[in-house]
Structures are given as C-alpha cells and as structure tokens.
C-alpha cells in the first residue's frame, strides 16, 4: 500500500520504517526541515533499539521516503497516518493544533479518495472533528474516511511493540476503511479488534491512565511499606504473581514521566470534566506521582544535610531506559530541585545527554558513571540503565567521597551494598 505518514517523531518514524519493512511503500513528512535533511542523509534524529538498521534498509531497497512536502506525500498516498504531536495545554487538555493543521491540508490536497489514520493519542471526539474539518476544506470533493487507530508502542522497544503488539484497536465506521485497515496490519498476525471511533479514542486514554495507576498505586504502598518497614519489593512480588493483577507497572520509584502517561493522564481528566464527571481516581493518580519525586527530594537533603556547594552525581536523566527521550522527564524536577539548594550536579546518561544539554546548561556532563561518581558526596540514581546495574561497586565507593547512594529506581540489593560499605537509600524498602 501506498502510505503517508505525517509526523516523523518516535511514533512516525517507527510506524513508518515497520509498515516499509512490511513491503509498503512509505512517505515519511515532518514540518521540521531539519530533520528530514538528516533522515535523507541516513542520521536518526532519536534513540531507538533497532531502528536505524531497519531504516537504512528500507530506504535503500526504496521502500522508505522522507520529505517536508505534505501536499505531495498526500496526493501520492491512499492511507495517511496523522502522527504530530499532541502536547498538553497550559490547562492540561491536548493542543490539537497540529492535528488540525494536518486535517487541513489533507482537505485541500487529497484529489481521490484517501483513509486518513488519526495515530495520535487524541481526545474522544477528535475524529469527529478531523471528519467534520476534513469535509469543509475537501477541495476536490472526492471520498473519505477517518479512522482511530491509537499506537501503545513504548519508547526503548517500539520496533518490536509495534511489529509485536498484543492488540491493535481500528476505531472505524466504514467497511471498506476497516478492509483496508485490517489488511495493512494482516502481516503482523495480531489480535484486530474492530471498535467505533470514540471507543479506540478512549481505549488509549484508559489504557495509559490504568497503567500510570499502577505505578502510583505501588508508589502509595512504598511509602507505606518504609513507615512500616516492609520491603515493596517482596509486596509487588507477592501481588504480581496473581493473574488477576499481573507483574508489570509495580515497580515502585520516583514515578513516571514521558511524552505519554503524565499528559495523558491530565488531558483524560479535562475531558472528564468537560464532560462532567470529576475524575478524582486519576486526579489522586497524577498527585501521587507529584509526590513521589518530592518525597525523593526529601531524601536526598535529609541525606545530604545541607545541599549548598554539595556535588551530586547523577545517574539517568531520560524518563526511562533504552530511550533518550527527556520529555516530562524527573529528572528535570529533581535536578532543578538540587541546583535550586546550591548543589553541584555531575550527570551521566547512556542516550539522553544531548537533549538533556537543551534543558540544562549548567551541569558537569560526565562519559560515564564512574566520572559521574569521581568527587561527588552522593551518588543518584534516576534512570534503571542495564549498565548502572553492573557497576564496578568497589571502585564506586573508592570514587565518591562519601559512600552515599540514593536510588530512586531500586536497582540494587540493600544488602549487598550494606555489605560493599554503602549508606544505601531506595524507595520502599
Ligand atoms: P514527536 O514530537 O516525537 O513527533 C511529532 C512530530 O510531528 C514532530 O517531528 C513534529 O515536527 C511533527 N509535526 C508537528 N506538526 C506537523 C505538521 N503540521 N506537519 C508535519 N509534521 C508535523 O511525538 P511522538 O512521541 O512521536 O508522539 C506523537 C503522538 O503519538 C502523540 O499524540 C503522542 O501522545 C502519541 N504517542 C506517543 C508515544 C510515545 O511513546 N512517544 C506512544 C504512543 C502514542
């Protein structure tokens, strides 16, 4: 099939390169010129498992295409894939401008029919609206349909998410859209599960808002469990194994961040409420997670005592593992916290560094953990990197000058590094 995807960012670029690996044939378009020009010259503009391989191969075997142009990559496409961002609002719901902005130009250059894929996640009713739009600017008159077709691939695995998802949700009111849907995803062998278009819309707002529960209902029970002095660890063990409740998301921590759950979570709540119904649940979700990074704040003073003139060494910035993503990320929180008392920080990130260097200007950035550590009266740890969990312990201590640890990511085992000499401070535990 002949594909437009709009937007290039993680979830573009990434839908794009696989539906081209599926033998399509893909126009991949950005606003953002710049990175275009890179993607023609075979640099990938993030950090993703497995992607750059994959697009170097599909633009060679001609497969995969990048331009700026729009109008063009529409009118040669039957299937346009909306894939801009939807950033939240200083009020928390999403700004649909690029949507909008998209659904416009779609209208004006679409000279036959097209089905147009609202990938982003959007509001319940967008796809009214990109319908309704769509229809007052289509020039040409011709046939169209709009479907909701939300993407749940997760940042540092979104190749193989989205080449092997658990499900994938067409919101749609027309056959011939769900035909053409449910054969471009044939190949993947997937569970297609065929909704109208407000339900896929809500299955992704629901779904994220579920899973950001989970983090925070784990976070509610460490602290619990340190008043207590039980170990949050044994308990998410405890619980995960029951079926009904399941392993992932109880990882207790500084909370979430990320271009998906925090905003997500907001914009549902304002939907709720322009709805009418006060969404407390998830209100109470969103405060938890606030909390967290500030009882981890707390930490690290009542550790450090006094934090002005103290050199912290970071480990992590980007909101998770595998991606170098620093959007809403905790580390902007924390580390602003700690500039804030007069604390010096040193930082490292296996991917995250150059985007970090765009959000903080005045930080020591180290080429690795080590370096990070040299100096340094406490040791942070903010992002679960395989590699921080493979540390050289001994040479860590000998490096800080005070053998403080504060994990916020419980990556280590309290006894051993009371054993390796640590003052050691995690979540829960
Ligand atoms: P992103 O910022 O990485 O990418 C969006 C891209 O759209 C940018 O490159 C931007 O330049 C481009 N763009 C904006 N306006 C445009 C226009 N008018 N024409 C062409 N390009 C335009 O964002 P992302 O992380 O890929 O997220 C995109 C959407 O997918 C969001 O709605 C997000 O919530 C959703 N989503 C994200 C993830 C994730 O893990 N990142 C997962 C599932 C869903």
Request: proline content about 3%.
């Amino acid at each position: 099939m002949k594909i437009a995807i709009i937007g290039s960012g993680y979830v573009g670029l990434v839908t794009g390169t696989c539906f081209a690996e599926l033998g399509n044939d893909i126009i991949c378009v950005d606003i953002d010129k710049e990175k275009i020009d890179k993607l023609n010259k075979g640099i990938i503009p993030i950090y993703e498992p497995g992607l750059e391989e994959l697009v170097k191969r599909n633009k060679k075997e001609g497969r995969l295409a990048f331009t700026a142009d729009l109008k063009d990559a529409i009118k040669k496409s039957d299937v346009i894939f909306i894939c801009v961002g939807t950033p939240p609002r200083e009020n928390g719901e999403a700004d649909l401008s690029h949507v909008e902005a998209v659904a416009r130009i779609i209208a004006e250059a679409m000279d036959s029919y097209k089905l147009i894929v609202e990938k982003s996640t959007v509001p319940v009713e967008t796809g009214e609206k990109v319908a309704a739009a769509i229809k007052a600017y289509n020039k040409h008159k011709v046939d169209f349909d709009v479907v909701s077709n939300p993407e749940f691939l997760r940042e540092g695995s979104a190749v193989n998410d989205f080449m092997n998802p658990d499900r994938i949700v067409v919101g749609a009111n027309s056959k011939k859209a769900i035909d053409i849907m449910k054969k471009l995803y044939e190949p993947l062998k997937a569970h297609v599960l065929v909704t109208d278009i407000k339900s896929a819309e809500i299955i992704k707002h629901a779904s994220n808002s579920f899973l950001a529960a989970k983090i925070s209902f784990i976070n509610a029970i460490a602290n619990i469990c340190e008043k207590t002095g039980a170990d949050v660890e044994k308990v998410a063990e405890g619980m995960g194994y029951d079926k009904r409740i399941g392993k992932a998301f109880l990882n207790a921590g500084i909370g979430y961040g990320g271009f998906c759950f925090p905003k997500d979570a907001e914009a549902f709540i304002r939907i709720a409420e322009k709805n009418g119904y006060d969404f407390k649940l998830l209100k109470e979700v969103q405060e938890v997670n606030k909390k967290q990074r500030e009882l981890f704040i707390r930490k690290i003073e009542k550790a450090l005592w006094v934090l002005k003139n103290k050199t912290i060494g970071v480990l992590g910035l980007a909101f998770k593992p595998n991606t170098d993503d620093m959007r809403f990320a905790p580390s902007i929180d924390i580390i602003n916290a700690l500039q804030k008392e007069g604390a010096k920080i040193r930082a490292y990130d296996a991917e995250a560094m150059e985007k970090a260097k765009k959000i903080f200007s005045d930080i020591t950035y180290c080429k690795d953990a080590y370096e990070a550590a040299s100096g340094a009266d406490a040791l942070v740890i903010l992002t679960e990197w395989n590699e921080f969990k493979e540390l050289d312990l001994k040479k860590i201590k000998g490096l800080l000058k005070n053998p403080l640890i504060i994990d916020g990511r419980n990556i280590y085992e309290p006894e051993i590094m009371k054993k390796e000499g640590f003052k050691y401070i995690s979540i829960g535990r």
